[in-house]
């Protein structure tokens, strides 16, 4: 299996531009999470999803932020517009999404590294 | 507020010898909570988890350890090898189904040859 895959690796904007990060989950993984990293707060959790359906964005920063899943083999976070405190490396992960912990660990994909100037 | 801490951003150990990476939480709640390794340049991989319900869970040269009176983990590495070198996250989770992970600020291992 390819992993979880993640577009692009690297984006460079300008502050007040739309940006679009992309997620493929691990193919048979019922469960997505976008994840943000930054120096400051660390490897946060934004939203994640079951099913396809968003379970709980409390992560998320503010209305900026939206994420979506149309499918269960595409997802996507986007801000609009964007700020240079977005800065930041954004991970998606994906697992099976079974009732219990056993079994149930996320996968991680490479991340994208966003820079807003 | 961190619920989540590692106190130490790095350690040093010899190869051979053994790596002891430590965590504290705050959150009573957490009852499920996992080790993740990470490379330079790749996102976080799994590397063992436990249950509030043990104390101890081993899996080859990775040890896991769970006092749940002090709030406390540690992670072993037994014998230490130069590819361990990396960045290890502990994280919490409060649902059973370890979904809502909450993460520790990390602490950098450096196996010296």
């Known amino acids: 299996d390819a992993g979880v895959i993640q577009s692009p690796r690297h984006e460079v904007t300008e502050m007040g531009q739309e940006v679009t990060l992309r997620c493929k989950p691990i193919s048979g993984h019922n469960s997505l999470f976008w994840y943000r990293q930054t120096m400051m707060r660390g490897l946060e959790l934004l939203i994640y999803f079951n099913n396809n359906v968003p379970i709980d964005d409390s992560g998320m920063p503010e209305d900026r932020f939206s994420a979506k899943m149309p499918n269960a083999s595409f997802s996507t976070l986007k801000i609009q517009p964007s700020e240079p405190r977005d800065s930041a490396v954004y991970f998606c992960?994906?697992?099976?999404?079974?009732?219990?912990?056993?079994?149930?660990?996320?996968?991680f994909g490479p991340g994208t590294r966003l820079t807003v100037l | 507020d961190q619920q989540v801490k590692q106190n130490s951003p790095s350690l040093s150990v010899q190869e051979g010898r053994i790596s002891i990476l430590n965590c504290d939480y705050t959150?009573?709640?957490?009852?499920?909570f996992l080790w993740y390794k990470k490379y330079p340049a790749e996102g976080p991989t799994f590397l063992i988890s436990i249950s509030s319900i043990k104390d101890k869970n081993e899996d080859g040269r990775f040890t896991v350890f769970l006092n749940k009176s002090a709030k406390h983990l540690s992670l072993h590495i037994v014998p230490s090898q130069p590819g361990d070198s990396a960045v290890y996250f502990c994280a919490a989770s409060i649902d059973n189904a370890g979904n809502m992970l909450t993460f520790g600020g990390g602490t950098r291992l450096m196996v010296k040859p």
């Open positions: 959150n009573s709640m957490f009852d499920y």
């Open positions: 992960a994906s697992s099976l999404g079974t009732g219990g912990w056993k079994g149930n660990e996320q996968f």
